[in-house]
């Protein structure tokens, strides 16, 4: 271990035995209420159907390039490599899980139910997803304990000539999936219907013609796909009194009637520069930037309640930007947002939370040319492995900068785990615990760096591509030192809190 590493955990220890202040916030273990229960496959991600088929997606950012050309946004890039060891190791590490296969380009995709793909492109659609690229899917999925969630081609080549939707390639990617021992666990019928003008829909499409399509839709999985989840409507883009695109998910339920498994909807922060976005960094770690997670679910709850009542939440797209992620995205910086998302989420009792995407473009957990861990990733992985899925109240915002969430721990009998997040950059803050506790915190040198430490330990992959250790470091009872800039999980083994059996 470097000296480095050394000094961080010799401070850090010294800091936990001092006693606790009268500014310390404190923490009752054994008395944390649960107040609900997230999906086993809360922790969830995309991998977009433009990764799978390849084709023209978000353009990386040039190094030297302070500005971005919103006119050349896209660039090509080939199939992802699902078969990649590395790849399959970093996604089994956070399974169970969700695999949502979708995206923009999904309501334009081809499914070619023939060994090789068509010579030429059909009418109506702008891509060719194989036989070959969805077997790789399936073979994913099972190998890495991944269900799969997609939605389905909607563009005007999927359409009789009077424009209504047909099931008929729905059907054959049924056919095909079953054939390979696979399944789709849920299906949405389209990805984001309120953005239909820009999103592959025909010309004119609204929310009537929606309604007429969902319709059709629910029936043929009733008969086709029983046992798999209709979810949506995969909404995105709504205010509290309209849409970007016109066409608002208040209109689009209303068409549609009531049929949905489980309600699902979309959100980011904000627009990326490739769309137009100009944020500054300096707002990625501030209350109101963060809160934006809480006001677009209030929003879809409210939709929820009035259409769906009880219907389980679900956000089956989510990151800081949309449009392939802000220049910050991949860095510690966003580290903060992510886990603040799923803490907040969490105890709001949304159900699923599937971020965008696993491995491309900026917002990707992992770089997608060599499938590295970023921050993002780091962070998941600590919350798959200490965040179970029972809810414990922790209480308001701590104090000011400071936001803490628990759960029961996913292994330990009668064991909680606290989640310390300490947003200000130059106020350390102190949590008092009665018990002693293990600690795993993450840090960088800087905020806008690649590189991310555990109690003061880069994170990296080995030499032969495991895993490094993911090892506490153990606390005595007393006041825990959180230091700005840093994010922290606390696990405390003899909690007996009786809500974590």
Request: with cysteine; glycine share 8%; charged share 20%.
């Amino acid at each position: 271990m470097r000296a480095a590493a050394l000094t961080t955990i010799a401070l850090l220890v010294v800091a936990t035995l001092c006693t606790a202040r009268a500014d310390d916030v404190s923490i009752a273990p054994a008395t944390l209420k649960a107040i609900g229960t997230v999906d086993a496959r809360f922790q969830s991600y995309n991998v977009e159907m433009v990764e799978v088929t390849g084709g023209r997606f978000w353009k990386p950012y040039r190094r030297d390039a302070r500005t971005f050309d919103t006119r050349d946004r896209y660039s090509f890039r080939p199939p992802i490599d699902l078969a990649n060891a590395r790849l399959r190791m970093l996604a089994a590490a956070l399974s169970p899980a969700y695999m949502r296969v979708s995206g923009t380009w999904a309501n334009a995709t081809f499914f070619s139910d023939t060994v090789t793909a068509p010579a030429k492109l059909p009418a109506g659609f702008d891509s060719v997803l194989t036989r070959a690229r969805w077997r790789d899917v399936v073979d994913f999925a099972r190998a890495v304990d991944a269900e799969i969630v997609t939605s389905l081609a909607v563009s005007p080549g999927s359409r009789d000539k009077d424009g209504t939707w047909r099931p008929d390639q729905a059907q054959r990617l049924i056919d095909f999936t079953r054939s390979l021992g696979g399944g789709i666990a849920a299906i949405e019928f389209m990805n984001e219907p309120t953005l239909a003008g820009s999103n592959g829909a025909p010309p004119g499409y609204d929310a009537k013609a929606y309604g007429r399509d969902f319709r059709i839709f629910r029936a043929w999985m009733q008969r086709a796909a029983p046992g798999a989840l209709i979810i949506g409507p995969s909404s995105v883009g709504d205010t509290a009194s309209s849409s970007a695109s016109g066409i608002t998910t208040r209109d689009l339920l209303a068409a549609s009637g009531p049929g949905l498994d489980r309600f699902s909807y979309h959100h980011y922060n904000t627009l990326s520069p490739r769309c137009g976005g100009r944020d500054d960094p300096a707002l990625a770690i501030e209350e109101q930037w963060l809160a934006r997670t809480d006001a677009t679910l209030a929003i879809y709850r409210a939709l929820r309640d009035a259409y769906e009542p009880a219907k389980p939440i679900w956000l089956t797209e989510t990151a800081d930007a949309a449009c392939g992620g802000n220049r910050w995205d991949k860095t510690f910086l966003d580290t903060f947002r992510y886990l603040d998302q799923l803490g907040r989420l969490a105890r709001a009792g949304v159900q699923v939370v599937m971020h965008n995407t696993l491995a491309a473009s900026d917002y990707g957990l992992l770089d997608e040319k060599a499938f590295q861990p970023r921050p993002n990733y780091w962070a998941a992985l600590l919350w798959h492995r200490l965040m179970g899925p029972t809810v414990l109240d922790a209480g308001a915002a701590a104090a000011p900068g400071l936001h803490i969430y628990a759960h029961c721990h996913p292994q330990l009998r009668g064991a909680i785990t606290l989640l310390a997040i300490n947003f200000s950059r130059d106020i350390s803050r102190s949590l008092a615990l009665p018990l002693p506790s293990e600690r795993y915190s993450l840090g960088s040198a800087r905020l806008q760096g690649a590189a991310v430490q555990l109690n003061g330990r880069t994170l990296a992959l080995a030499a032969d591509d495991r895993l490094p250790d993911i090892i506490g470091l153990p606390m005595a009872t007393g006041a825990v030192r959180l230091a700005p800039a840093t994010v922290t999980f606390l696990v405390i083994p003899g909690a007996a809190n009786p809500a974590c059996p």
